[in-house]
């Protein structure tokens, strides 16, 4: 029997799961990996396979000696290049082209999903269809960046460990109002949980480009030193716990620590 070789659209739904799970569960055995390979008619080795073939690729499991599978392919190796050129549209169209596969629209699913959305839903009809397009295209986006991150980081705060999925945060490192390029790069992500979150975003906590944190001084206005410690001291100079792909870019982590970041 003749193979039957991979389209660019199959390689699109491998690269979105690619984002979503550790590099550890990349294994014919994980749900995540079985639930793509039947809506591919696939089977969950071959999926596997090509996950793995996207991980020779990855620059940080490349400079771990992590080699992959020999000969990936043009049309892995064009996927990937991609993804990382544009992650704004990338994603986005990869996760639309997965639910196609499954005969589901995106945005009826995602209203069923998103009770806050389903609230507003009279508010929403009253503007205009390219005003509803661009809201749902956020939310989307938004839910998308949550479940990348969060997946990267084992739901596990970057700073405290905290494992609670309702209280983290997917953390973007730049603004995603002002970074529309970089709004879905997983690069541009920390998972943090909301109190750590919010001191990131303000500038009481600075990530330094070697990952180290930083406090500012002015949490020393804290009161009661016991809860100083607890949510601060005892993370000072400390490395983030990071992702096993994805590390957040220094680049960005050197943007947001000098506009940032408070003396």
């Known amino acids: 029997m003749a193979r039957i070789l991979w389209s ?3 390689f699109m739904l491998v690269m979105n799961l690619y984002t979503k799970i550790p590099y550890g569960q990349f294994h014919a055995r994980n749900t995540e990996v079985i639930k793509l390979s039947n809506i591919l008619n696939r089977t969950p080795g071959a999926v596997a396979y090509k996950l793995v073939h996207f991980a020779g690729l990855d620059p940080y499991h490349k400079n771990r000696g992590i080699k992959g ?4 392919g043009n049309n892995a190796i064009k996927i990937y290049n991609e993804f990382q050129k544009n992650w704004d549209e990338m994603l986005l169209e990869s996760e639309e082209l997965l639910y ?3 005969r589901i ?7 069923l999903q998103e009770e806050r959305i389903e609230q507003n839903i009279n ?5 205009t269809g390219k005003d509803v397009e661009r809201i749902f295209k956020a939310r989307i986006n938004q839910h998308l960046f949550r479940q990348v991150i969060l997946g990267n980081y084992y739901h596990k705060c970057s700073i405290c460990e905290l494992n609670i999925s309702d209280l983290l945060i997917a953390s973007h490192i730049l603004k995603w109002s002002e970074n529309r390029k970089e709004r879905l790069n997983p690069q541009n992500g920390i998972c943090l949980c909301n109190i750590h979150d919010k001191a990131f975003e303000l500038g009481y906590i600075g990530i330094t480009a070697d990952y180290k944190i930083n406090l500012s001084k002015r949490l020393n206005k804290i009161a009661d030193k016991k ?3 607890a949510l ?3 993370h000072q100079n400390n490395k983030i716990i990071l992702p096993d792909k994805f590390y957040p870019s220094p680049l960005f982590l050197e943007e947001h620590y000098s506009s940032c970041f408070l003396t």
């Not at 629209?105 to 209203?111: A, E, N, V």
């Not at 508010?123 to 503007?127: E, N, Q, R």
């Open 123 to 127: 508010k929403l009809s009253a503007k």
């Open 105 to 111: 629209d995106i945005r009826d699913s995602f209203l």
């Open 227 to 229: 809860t100083f410690d």
């Open 100 to 102: 196609n596969y499954q």
């Open 69 to 72: 599978l020999a000969n990936p």
């Open 232 to 234: 601060f001291y005892r």
């Open 8 to 10: 660019r659209e199959e």
